[in-house]
C-alpha cells in the first residue's frame, strides 16, 4: 500500500479476531510509533502490551475500577466490564509520559505527541492489513486504571488500542469536504 493511499483510507475496525500480531509486525508497528514528532525529543510515550492472561488483568482493573465507583453494581455488569479488552486479542494502552517543567515543551505537546504515536500504530497496524481501533471511555480516566498501570501524577493515558485480525469489512469512508475545515490566508 502506497503511502497516500495508507493516509487517506485507514480506517477504524472494532470487531478483531485472533491471531494477534506477530512479532515482526509488532516491530514494524512499534517503530512507526516512534517516528512521532518529538519536541526535543522528550520520548514522552509508554506502550503496555497486553495478550492473553495480560488482557484478563486488564479486565480486572476495569472491573475494580467499575466496583469502586458502584459497590452495588450488579455481578453480571461487572463481568461484561471484565469482558471488555477481550474484544480484540491484543491491546496497547498508550500513555503520554510527562516530563514536566521542559522549557518550550509543556504537557499539551507531550500529550499530542504521545497522540501522533498512537496514530502511527493506527496506520502502521492498518498498512499490514491488520485491524486496528483507539478507544479510551471512562477507564483512561479512572485512578484506579492509572495506578495500576503505574502512571505518574503527570502521565496521560490517552488510548487503549485494540489490534487483531480483520473480523468484518471496513465501513464506507466518510467524504469530507475540505473546504469546511481550511482557511487560507493568500
Ligand atoms: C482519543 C480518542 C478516543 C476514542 N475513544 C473511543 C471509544 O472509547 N469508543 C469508540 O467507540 N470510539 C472511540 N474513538 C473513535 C474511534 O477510534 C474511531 O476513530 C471512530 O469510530 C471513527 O472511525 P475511523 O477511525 O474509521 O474514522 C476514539 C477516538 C479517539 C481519537
Given at each position: ?8 483510507q ?10 494477534a500480531?506477530?512479532?515482526?509486525q ?33 479486565g ?16 453480571s455488569?461487572l ?10 486479542p ?9 516530563t ?16 501522533c504515536?498512537a ?40 488510548a ?8 468484518g469489512?471496513?465501513k464506507?469512508i ?11 490566508w493568500?
Open positions: 500500500m502506497d503511502a497516500m493511499t495508507l493516509l487517506h485507514r480506517s477504524s475496525m472494532g470487531k478483531l479476531m485472533g491471531p500480531p506477530g512479532p515482526e509488532m516491530e514494524a508497528i512499534y517503530r512507526a510509533a516512534l517516528r512521532a514528532p518529538d519536541h526535543k525529543e522528550l520520548r514522552p510515550w509508554r506502550f503496555i502490551e497486553f495478550t492473553g492472561e495480560g488482557l484478563v488483568r486488564l480486572e482493573l476495569f472491573a475494580e475500577a467499575e466496583y469502586r465507583e458502584d459497590p452495588a453494581i450488579e455481578d455488569a463481568d461484561a466490564v471484565r469482558k471488555k479488552p477481550l474484544r480484540a491484543m491491546v496497547i494502552a498508550v500513555i503520554a509520559k510527562v514536566p517543567d521542559v522549557p518550550k515543551v509543556p504537557k499539551l505537546e507531550q500529550v499530542i505527541s504521545a497522540g504515536a496514530h502511527g500504530i493506527l496506520l502502521a497496524a492498518h498498512a499490514q492489513g491488520l485491524g486496528a481501533m483507539w478507544r479510551s471511555g471512562k477507564y483512561a480516566f479512572d485512578p484506579t486504571v492509572r495506578k495500576g498501570l503505574g502512571l505518574e501524577e503527570e502521565d496521560e493515558l490517552i487503549f488500542l485494540y489490534l487483531g485480525q480483520l473480523g469489512r471496513h464506507p466518510a467524504e469530507h469536504n475540505i473546504g469546511d475545515f481550511v482557511e487560507r493568500t
